[in-house]
């Protein structure tokens, strides 16, 4: 039996990672700092902040050594021809902002495969400061699962024929805010901490949305 692993990237998956490449290198062009910091051996998490929908497609495109499980809405696979689409790119929907408990056990599934899992921790496209508000999920993941985390940053809203820089940083050190099991205050602390990654990525590379 093939595993898990071997399955998730589908003659579909490469030939949409194909097309979307093409398709982002002629509208939507981005430059890439900090690849280096993306060889990890799955499984792990990637987050990054969120301001357009096509966040995910640079995700992906660029950091393209793994297949990415992105949870996104579930209103996304509500028509049918696009629930086909979104499945067959291994998105896990979630419902009422990582709320949706059959969600987190699919989360967690990709992870226990040995998998990369893509997470939006702001729960929705933000124009503010980065990471303001963050949803529970990730967090509650991270003192699951224990394993590393990717954060990237992207810096300005992607806009066509306009180029926008992400950033990949270094996985960010959480080990020491866990005890056992899982704990709200220790979720607390670690949210806290990407939050402030992400202050200091606001100031230096995109002054503007600490005003937004």
């Given at each position: 039996?093939?595993?898990?692993k071997q399955n998730d990237r589908t003659l579909f998956y490469r030939f949409a990672r194909t097309v979307l490449k093409a398709f982002s290198f002629l509208f939507y062009p981005c430059s890439l700092q900090g690849i280096e910091n993306a060889n990890l051996k799955a499984p792990f998490i990637i987050i990054s902040n969120h301001q357009s929908m096509m966040d995910p497609v640079?995700?992906?495109?660029?950091?393209?050594?793994?297949?990415?499980?992105?949870?996104?809405?579930?209103?996304?696979?509500?028509?049918?021809?696009?629930?086909?689409?979104?499945?067959?790119?291994?998105?896990?929907?979630?419902?009422?902002?990582?709320?949706?408990?059959?969600?987190?056990?699919?989360?967690?599934?990709?992870?226990?495969?040995?998998?990369?899992?893509?997470?939006?921790?702001?729960?929705?496209?933000?124009?503010?400061?980065?990471?303001?508000?963050?949803?529970?999920?990730?967090?509650?993941?991270?003192?699951?699962?224990?394993?590393?985390?990717?954060?990237?940053?992207?810096?300005?809203?992607?806009?066509?024929?306009?180029?926008?820089?992400?950033?990949?940083?270094?996985?960010?050190?959480?080990?020491?805010?866990?005890?056992?099991?899982?704990?709200?205050?220790?979720?607390?602390?670690?949210?806290?901490?990407?939050?402030?990654?992400?202050?200091?990525?606001?100031?230096?590379?995109?002054?503007?949305?600490?005003?937004?």
């Open positions: 039996m093939t595993s898990p640079l995700l992906a495109v660029k950091l393209d050594r793994h297949v990415i499980h992105f949870i996104g809405k579930r209103e996304l696979a509500s028509f049918k021809p696009l629930k086909w689409i979104v499945e067959h790119l291994h998105m896990i929907a979630v419902s009422r902002h990582m709320s949706d408990l059959s969600a987190m056990r699919a989360a967690g599934a990709v992870l226990k495969n040995g998998q990369v899992l893509g997470i939006f921790p702001e729960g929705s496209r933000n124009q503010g400061p980065s990471m303001e508000h963050l949803e529970t999920g990730v967090t509650v993941l991270l003192q699951r699962h224990r394993v590393p985390l990717l954060p990237v940053y992207i810096a300005d809203r992607p806009r066509p024929f306009r180029r926008v820089k992400m950033v990949v940083l270094p996985p960010l050190r959480y080990d020491d805010l866990l005890g056992e099991g899982i704990n709200m205050e220790e979720g607390e602390r670690l949210g806290q901490r990407i939050k402030a990654l992400y202050q200091e990525m606001d100031i230096k590379y995109n002054k503007n949305t600490i005003s937004a």
